[in-house]
């Protein structure tokens, strides 16, 4: 691990404009379940994959809004982790790192990272499902809620209000979508953390920086389906990989 380390220590200082791109292993420290955990309480039954989807929604309202609720209501108790203090000391170091998260949650930002690029939307950015009029963030509860919860409705339309995420079978945010593929395009390291890359298009943002010859080096637990065109692979949570990285770079 240690040479490793040394080897993607020596590729971060080398660069000079990196993209770190982030799935939801990024935040398991911070204790947000990733998405393909196992779910807790009423949605154990469920497969997020099928929650998170418009059918899901247009079928059951209440059931998918009650789950996006409680999970709000767990970002909101949740705190950035050590790995997201490094990505953005990654960002303060070198000024043109471009942040890109497939992550719903908002602990970049309170890490201190500007501006990330938000390939699969925000739990905080609920909008009109039928006229997309953006709609208020409801309140903090003092409880998640116990079972479905019934969506507010639109001030606009009266039609219910729907998470601001990215369903499946939904299309990426073009903007979002082109400023990482630009760059992606145009980095000279990538860094992927805690993603399965199992999710297109955002799993293909890795490979457009391989192709073009950026190194990938990769923060994972676990193997991942990019394991293979990844300059170093290391193993291990980004809580602690990633401070570590941060000090191989730049020691002292
Ligand atoms: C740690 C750790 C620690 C643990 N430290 N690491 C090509 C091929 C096949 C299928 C498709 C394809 N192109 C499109 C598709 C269909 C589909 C898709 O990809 N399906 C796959 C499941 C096969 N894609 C779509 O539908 C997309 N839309 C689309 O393609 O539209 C086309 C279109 C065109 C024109 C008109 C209309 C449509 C949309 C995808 C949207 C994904 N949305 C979600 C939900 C967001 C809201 C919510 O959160 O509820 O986004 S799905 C879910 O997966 C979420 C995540 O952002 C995304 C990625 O998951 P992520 O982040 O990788 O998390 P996990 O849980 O999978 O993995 C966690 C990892 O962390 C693991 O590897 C752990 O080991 C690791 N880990 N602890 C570091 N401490
Ligand atoms: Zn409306």
Known sequence: M??????????????????????AGMSAESGV???????TGLWQRYD??????PAAFHADPALVWGWYEGRRHGVRRARPNPGHLAVAA??????????????????HERGGVGAPVRLHGSLFAPRCSACGHPAPVPGDAPEPPAGPLPPPACARCAAPVRPGVVWFGEELPAQA???????ASRCDLL???????????????????TRLGAPVVQVNPVPTPLDTVCAVN??????EVLPSLVRAAWPG
């Open 2 to 23: 240690n040479d490793l380390l040394a080897e993607a220590g020596r590729l971060l200082a080398a660069a000079r404009r990196p993209v770190v791109f982030t799935g």
């Open 33 to 39: 379940p990733t998405f393909r955990d196992a779910q």
């Open 48 to 53: 997020p994959e099928q929650l998170a989807t």
């Open 90 to 107: 990654i960002q303060a170091r070198l000024r043109k790192t471009v942040v890109i998260t497939q992550n719903v949650d908002d602990l």
């Open 177 to 183: 979508l082109a400023a990482a593929v630009e760059a």
């Open 191 to 209: 860094l992927t953390v805690g993603t399965s890359a199992l999710v297109h298009p955002a799993a293909e943002i890795p490979l457009v920086a």
């Open 234 to 239: 290391l193993r291990g949570p980004a809580g």
